[in-house]
């Protein structure tokens, strides 16, 4: 069993900046991936970012290009998503998952495991 655990949410000006961790435990995570979700009020979940725990490659949604960036720490099982430049479009609830390396894991597709979210606010 995998559980995954966010945190680092809250409310930030535009522009400003926002560091969220999960840290995952459970299981070993060869062959695994995680990625990053956002659920605004009124809207589907959307995918945002996924990283592979063994290689590091990173996909991105183009709305988040260069101002979000995913990372790992192996050592903690702790995955990161550092959001700089925060728009108010970017407010939602956050989402960690995790899964399988599968087709279709960067585009967010195969995602077993899901955290149980944390609040981003952006104020303009």
């Known amino acids: 069993q995998v559980q995954l655990v966010e945190s680092g949410g809250g409310l930030v000006q535009a522009g400003g900046s926002l560091r969220l961790s999960c840290a995952a435990s459970?299981?070993?995570?060869?062959?695994?991936?995680m990625g990053w979700f956002r659920q605004a009020p009124g809207k589907e979940r959307e995918f945002v970012a996924a990283i592979s725990w063994s290689s590091g490659v990173t996909f991105y949604t183009d709305s988040v290009k260069g101002r979000f960036t995913m990372s790992r720490d192996n050592a903690k099982k702790t995955v990161y998503l550092q959001m700089n430049s925060l728009k108010p479009e970017d407010t939602a609830v956050y989402y960690c998952?995790?899964?399988?390396?599968?087709?279709?894991w960067g585009r967010g597709y195969g995602y077993d495991y899901w955290g149980q979210g944390t609040q981003v606010t952006v104020s303009s």
């Open positions: 998952a995790g899964g399988p390396t599968t087709v279709g």
């Open positions: 459970g299981r070993t995570f060869s062959g695994y991936v």
